[in-house]
């Protein structure tokens, strides 16, 4: 197995390589031949790094441990699940993870219907660099079919922080968004090269891009999901440097996502559409760089690891050439767009879309690094934790929802503003009355006010726009509202699709500025029997009891709730002890309902009588997961609209190749 797998890993490089060089002869030479063998190259590499992968798989689930990589992640009595999600646990695996993503969406590419595209070869070339990068990568410095000294009798196992639901979704739902980014990439540069300016590379690409961030999407919802079930401080987001490492790109392809529309329709914003997918994938390498590199503190990162060197060094060689090639086609992107006809209009709305969207990537990335550059500079580490980001992109944030709820109400190049007066006063009354409302109600914190009300503001306009449309509809066909709304969406999924994602995201700014601005937190030491209370609930503490399951240690407390005198049932909050880990793992007992989570914790305890808890009241934090599920509803649902029209040219720049 171990030869197996090195044969595959050297394979890997020697094929990678040599379908570039095939691509780059037949591009020469205008020489089919030697593009299709190129072509049967990248089916190979799918082929090789199946093999690999699959050998990893097999080596982890049967507890191999005479390989270092399955030793140090997977012990015995680890659930088969978790020994297979090992496979990404590590350096050496989520590399193999990556390259045979890569190889996936590659050969996925070059075999599509769209094969004979002239941009094909220039793209897979570009692809096959990447690949030719992480098995080199792999092979020189995290092999993961590397062997140990001598086979010990049990592995080390997987951190308990990892031993959770989340650790199979969130790690591969990042790498699907991450890796999905250099096929957008891939074109952009290719029609760069090819000097071909128009919307094609953005038409073939539009379901590759909307593809890598809704995974993107799903990831970070994941990963802030996990974080509130697992770390046990009673949140979701915390601004590590690596969980802003995968915001950074899905900021980036959000603002990418909503510029080509405006390529598409009125063939404008073409710099900024290749400078942002290039930004993109440049940010999807940077978040790998960070993790890898050891350079900034993190819960999520490789702490030994050593790879930062060619991340960075790769990162650098990719971002140069592609400045080189934007620099180069500079003229000839100005000269090919049209320009902005109103400043009051949906193209200057998109454009304002596109600044906010990259000032909130820079405050992110600026935060993120500040650390590493003041102590570079003045040899001080100045932390920047959760405080300034909080400040700094809040106001970016409610301007972006602000914009996001009156974007669909602005008509294209010049519209009347008595009619976007008229449409905009349904929904800003219910924003205003939302606002009225909470104050009413002695809800405190201005703009925690001002940011819900937007919110309400962002969500009564799309409302409005499914019941206008479905309203018209109706008028026009004499169909039943159920019909008329069916049909209106489904002739314009795109549109209302993205609709949907918006609605997704007005539920979920909902949950994450209530739960930010309205949470309530007590850390109290209680005797057995002993009562305390945090806002309308009461907590009294029974016993704590301990038990062994699998060669662990859980120790677990017996807590009577009620809400408002009225019981809830018990919450049991556990510490687990592993075996195989020096620090004890927290199980969160959480009481959820659409108002509110109640969120409960087992600190410390200094007898079986007298326990720490810390327990936090949480509001409308199920909004937030509600929220994701919408948005990836609404993704899915624009995936399937719209049919590109790209041209079939069997030639490179309208020559014809040799062969067949």
Known sequence: MYVIGNIALYLGIVIAAYSLLANIIGMIKKDNR??????????????????????????LGT?????????????????????????????????MLWAFLLCVYAAMVVFSKEKRNPMMPYVSSIMLVNILFFFTVMVLNANPFEMTGSIPPDGKGLNPMLQNPGMVVHPVTLYLGYVGLSVPFAFGIAALILKRMDAEWIKLTR?????????????????????????????YWAWDPVENASFLPWLTVSAFLHSVMIQERKNMLKTWNVSLIILSYILSLFGTFL???????????????????????FMSFMMLVSIYIVMTRYQLIKKESNQVESYFSKESSFLVNNLIFVAAAFAVFWGTMYPLISETLTGAKINVGAPYFNKVMAPIMLSLIVLMAVCPLIAWQKPAVDKFLKSMMWPLAVGAATGIILTVLGVKGIFAIIGLSSASFMLATHIQEFMRGTSARMKATKENPWKAAYRLTAKNQRRYGGYIVHIGIAVLAIGVISSQAYSKEVMKTVNKGESFTIGKYELTFNSLAERMKDGNGIVTADVDASYKGKSIGKIMPEKI???????????VAIKTNLAEDLYVVVSSWESRDKVTFLVKVNPFVSWIWAGGIIMLAGTVFALFGGKPTLSRIPAIAGQKFKGR
């Open 577 to 587: 002890f592993y075996e195989t880990w020096p620090e004890p793992s927290s199980e």
């Open 207 to 235: 379901r590759w891009t909307l593809t890598a961030w809704m995974f993107l999407t799903i990831g970070n919802i994941v990963g802030g999901w996990w974080a509130y079930l697992e770390l046990g401080w009673g949140g």
């Open 34 to 59: 030697w593009l299709e063998s190129a072509r049967g190259g990248v089916l190979s590499l799918l082929f090789v790094s199946s093999i690999a992968a699959a050998l990893l798989l097999y080596l």
């Open 291 to 313: 993790v890898r590199s050891g350079i900034l503190t993190s819960v999520h990162a490789f702490g030994d690891s050593n790879l930062g060197t060619y991340f960075l060094v």
């Open 63 to 95: 507890s191999q441990f005479q390989f270092k990589y399955v030793a140090t992640y997977t012990n015995e009595t680890l659930p088969l699940i978790y020994k297979l999600s090992a496979f990404w646990a590590g350096n050496a695996g989520s590399l």
